[in-house]
């Protein structure tokens, strides 16, 4: 079992930053993907970043150029840094995690491709952080 926790969120003006984080504990040796998923109010969860175990990046289309995930292997911690904010960023992101395998594919290829999905496949999932963006 892995637990995943989220903090970091709150309300910031456009054009602001907010960093999340989301610290794991448990049976952590098993995971090979991790990632941040958002849902907006009235929306579909959407992937936003992924990155693997050894640190390869990819982003949504919304993310890229304004996100930046990373992870901290020693402290088993991942993070979300947000940069110019806007106000279509606000929703609850989530952190996901899970292991090697996706639709047919393995490691870097399966982690890239739970970028574009709504992370169902994940098997671990954090509480959740509210992001509020006003204008």
């Known amino acids: 079992q892995v637990r995943l926790v989220e903090s970091g969120g709150g309300s910031v003006q456009s054009g602001g930053s907010l960093r999340l984080s989301c610290a794991a504990s448990?049976?952590?040796?098993?995971?090979?993907?991790m990632g941040w998923f958002r849902q907006a109010p009235g929306e579909e969860r959407e992937g936003v970043a992924t990155?693997?175990?050894?640190?390869?990046?990819t982003y949504a289309d919304s993310a890229k150029g304004r996100f930046t995930i990373s992870q901290d292997n020693a402290k088993n911690t991942l993070y979300l840094q947000m940069n110019s904010l806007k106000p279509e960023d606000t929703a609850i992101y989530y952190c996901?995690?899970?292991?090697?395998?996706?639709?047919?594919?393995?490691?870097?290829?399966?982690?890239?491709?739970?970028?574009?999905?709504?992370?169902?496949?994940?098997?671990?999932w954090g509480q959740g952080t509210q992001v509020t963006v006003s204008s």
């Open positions: 996901a995690a899970d292991g090697a395998y996706y639709n047919g594919l393995y490691h870097y290829a399966a982690c890239t491709a739970r970028t574009q999905t709504n992370g169902r496949d994940f098997g671990y």
């Open positions: 448990g049976y952590t040796d098993s995971i090979s993907c």
């Open positions: 990155i693997d175990r050894v640190g390869r990046t």
